[in-house]
């Protein structure tokens, strides 16, 4: 039998981020982990894929360097792509006031004016720069083994300077989020959409099921 092992270097491509519908997704498990060393471990995720056709996994890698190997008995061809994903906005993905709570009826307290709450819909404002999971390696600018220009670097996300509300009287409140000590809402928010890489495992020909390994230092 045959074994074909691949090493992929972690590439995000900047364009359109594509739905999480468009290819099927499979599940992945981490079969064992070795330690490494410096306080890093070897991860071994395996997948099991029906056949030829293109997958996603559900839990996509995230390799510390940005380098996974692939190893299957077929050829597998592996990518990483931007998938718009829907997950609870409870913190865990990077709860942002402006974004996870615009529309709904807020009630903020100040750290320093606890005695004056203010209150309104919050305004979708979004979040500027580049996506957060952009890995794009810097090359330095100057070493024994690059000598060429310096690539520009990644674009820094950040979070809007002020939050802001929208008041009954038409008004509109900017809100310091350093300042806030308390958002209090009518309702609890819903999923959320976030942009968050995803491995995608194209196998173009051969039949019957196969097992895909992935390795990454973590």
Not at 127 to 145: A, F, K, T, V
Not at 181 to 206: D, F, S, Y
Request: net charge neutral.
């Amino acid at each position: 039998m045959r074994r074909m092992t691949g090493i992929a270097l972690l590439i995000v491509a900047l364009g359109t981020a594509v739905a999480a519908g468009e290819v099927r997704e499979v599940p992945s498990r981490i079969e064992r982990v070795s330690l490494f060393k410096n306080g890093l471990c070897v991860v071994h995720r395996v997948a099991e894929l029906p056949g030829a056709g293109e997958f996603m996994l559900g839990q996509s890698p995230e390799p510390v360097h940005g380098t996974y190997f692939v190893t299957s008995d077929r050829a597998v061809l592996s990518r990483v792509v931007p998938c718009t994903v829907r997950v609870a906005a409870d913190g865990a993905g990077g709860f942002s006031p402006s974004e996870d709570l615009a529309g709904q009826h807020v009630r903020i307290v100040l750290r320093d004016l606890p005695d004056r709450p203010v209150e309104g819909l919050v305004v979708a404002t979004g979040r500027e720069g580049g996506p957060r999971w952009d890995r794009r390696y810097e090359q330095p600018s100057h070493s024994w083994y690059y000598a060429g220009p310096t690539p520009p670097a990644a674009p820094a996300q950040t979070a809007p300077r002020f939050l802001t509300l929208q008041t009954d009287g038409g008004g509109r409140v900017y809100v310091d989020p350093a300042q806030i000590a308390l958002i209090e809402t009518a309702a609890a928010p819903g999923p959320v959409e976030r942009i968050r890489p995803r491995l995608v495992l194209t196998v173009a020909e051969g039949e019957g099921p196969l097992v895909v390994r992935i390795s990454y230092l973590a």
